[in-house]
């Protein structure tokens, strides 16, 4: 997949902003075509992005009471997304607000342990069985499900407002201070000013690209192909990862099928595909013998199957004035572990506890900014030295054979149970500072169910 480049124009605006060179109030971006009439409206934050970073965040601050509007390109959440997975805290974080009930009734997975095996040996197991919480488990739900319900949670506040089709083309600049954003919804133009603008809008980020933020690579690229086959009457053994036939396959379960992730070094893929479909059948079926009848007839056309380039990245700084970027538009995570939702979130709950304070208020400077980064930069930091470690070790031993984790350390407890409790927590809990909504957020003052 290509990655977006930014336009020079966009960089140069941006690199302006950034070192606080005063500029006239003018949008910077890719431009939106001159209209007799561009609808203005104004918010105390913008929330670019409704993915589960996003539509958390924006929940969590209408909570408290503070203006905010959520902008989403897409139409609706009904689409197939990259990441299913919901782990024990981010189950805890929704616990704490009332919704963690309402969010397991939905249909789901769950995945209390996760194994990793290699030439058919199972070397390694995360247990989340054995983790201290309500929620031992990593839950597995489609976001198509899922960000409905958060945002029908966030309407029953008076400040959220929630746009789709929104296709964010600019960021309007005032001093070196991002003041909002100009975008489209079905061409038609639009101006939103705000206190503080959040790019919440993933991998791709239009919002960094816009301010000129560039991220840094720093981990070996790799390629994977998604896809789902049937449900079959024997179940594998799932997760982390099965090694073999110098090959690596990750297997989720789905509530109605079986996740796989073919995991092989960037650049195979033309390679792979030249060989033809029934090869790959033939691969994956080696390596998973008892998905061989699910593989076999579930699997019946390359269109089924997602090609995602995976480059873990990170920006040096996540804010400018007025702007702050969270979840995968600040760090882009490796797909080892399944925790970019988990630390997504995590990076919106802190600012919404950061931020509530001071958009109330009406002005953010860049103090909570800077703190929200010192307190999530490590976390990040840890997880994706950690991950690209465990993806070079794996690679190598796809490609050499080999143990990728010495035996003894199951035999250590505290070295058994410390991944389960990375994968599930991070580096240490988050929580939500406010759990109870102020009243006066919600819509004529009281609870309005399913508004």
Known sequence: MAREQPEAGAERAGARAAIGEPAPDHPIGSGIAPAAHVETSHTGCCVVGGGPAGALLALLLARQGVRVTLLEQHHDFDRDFRGDTLHPSVLEILDQIGLADRVLALPHAELRQATLTIDGRTVFTADFSRLPTPFPFVALLPQAEFLPLVVEEARRYAGFDLRLGATVRELIVAD??????????????????????????????????????????????????????????????????????GHILAILPRHDAWQLGWVFPKGSYQRLRAAGLNAFKAELCALVPELGESITS?????????????????????????????????????????????????????AANLLAGPLRAGHVGTAPLVRIQLERELPTLVIQTLQ????????ATAAQGGAAVPSWVQRVPILRDLPARIIGFGLWRVRVESPTAQPAALVNGKSIPGR
């Open 176 to 245: 070196g201070v991002v003041r909002g954003v100009r975008y489209e919804v079905d061409r038609a133009p639009h101006e939103l000013r705000a206190a503080l603008t959040v790019g919440a809008d993933g991998r791709f980020s239009t919002v960094r690209r816009l301010a000129g933020i560039e991220p840094e690579r720093f981990a070996q690229a790799i390629d994977v192909l998604w896809f789902r086959v049937p449900r079959s009457a024997t179940p594998p053994e799932l997760g982390l990862g099965r090694v073999g036939h």
């Open 298 to 350: 579930g699997l019946t056309d390359w269109r089924q199957v997602s090609l995602l380039s995976v480059e873990a990245s990170r920006v040096r700084r996540w804010y400018r004035p007025g702007l702050l970027l969270i979840g995968d538009a600040a760090h882009v995570m490796s797909p080892v572990g399944g925790v970019g939702i988990n630390y997504a979130i995590q990076d919106a709950v802190v």
């Open 388 to 395: 690209n470690f465990v993806q070079r070790r794996v690679l």
